[in-house]
């Protein structure tokens, strides 16, 4: 089965082709990367020059895959339409994946952190019971969390906010999740046949838009 990644979620983002075979790891055939901030400008050629450059036709495609979040509100609605869109109009499986989930794993751990502005880091974090959670996370918050062994990281940021307030976790520093990343997370889930409903997927944003904010905090005065 051929598969097409796309994550636009980060600074930076990348299209994937990779194929999945038997019980073999999902093995990358190529990847292409996308400036961050022209996601809405240059993903769909991105995608158009990965086929073309590989031979491939999107009907050849057996499942998108799809890093529906968290990160950019502008990035993950651009990846997450664009992938709905391709879906919905070939009939092709869509996968979606958590940005931190991704992290996580290539870190080879539970846990991650990414930078989320405004001092404050999207989180995922595992209890006692390896029960997982994601959420939004200022220092207020990670105080009432206990802190985990290790955390994966992959910006400059998110490891001031966490010294602070979990200074005896270790950190696990890797480079950025890219759509190869995504692929290879995925492929359980693909195997299982665990496809997304693509009119009821919606962005795993985990803070609201600045319209949303903003716009409440106007209403309010």
């Not at 089965?1 to 930076?12: E, F, H, K, Q, V």
């Not at 990348?14 to 019980?23: E, F, H, K, P, Q």
């Not at 997450?80 to 869509?94: D, F, N, R, V, Y």
């Not at 190869?180 to 795993?204: C, E, K, M, Y």
């Amino acid at each position: 089965m051929l598969l097409l990644a796309i994550d636009t979620c980060g600074p930076s983002g990348s299209v994937a082709l990779g194929r999945l075979t038997g019980s073999s790891p999902a093995e990358l055939l190529a990847q292409k990367a996308l400036e961050g901030r022209t996601y809405s400008a240059t993903l769909v050629s991105g995608v158009e020059e990965l086929l073309t450059g590989q031979g491939i036709r999107l009907a050849d495609i057996g499942c998108i895959v799809v890093v529906n979040g968290p990160g950019s509100f502008t990035g993950v609605r651009v990846g997450l339409s664009a992938a709905k869109g391709l879906a919905e109009g070939t009939g092709i499986p869509l996968i979606a994946v958590s940005r931190l989930a991704v992290l996580a794993r290539k870190a080879g751990v539970l846990c991650a952190a990414l930078d989320a502005h405004r001092h404050e880091i999207f989180l995922r974090v595992s209890d006692e019971n390896q029960q997982v959670r994601e959420l939004l996370a200022g220092e207020s918050d990670l105080a009432q969390i206990s802190a985990p062994s290790a955390i994966a990281i992959c910006d400059d940021a998110a490891p001031i906010l966490l010294s602070r307030a979990w200074p005896a976790a270790g950190r696990v520093q890797v480079d950025a999740p890219t759509a190869a990343d995504a692929l290879s997370f995925a492929a359980p889930d693909i195997r299982a046949g665990n496809f997304a409903d693509t009119v009821l997927l919606d962005g795993h944003y985990l803070r609201r838009s600045d319209a949303e904010i903003f716009g409440n905090k106007v209403e309010k005065s």
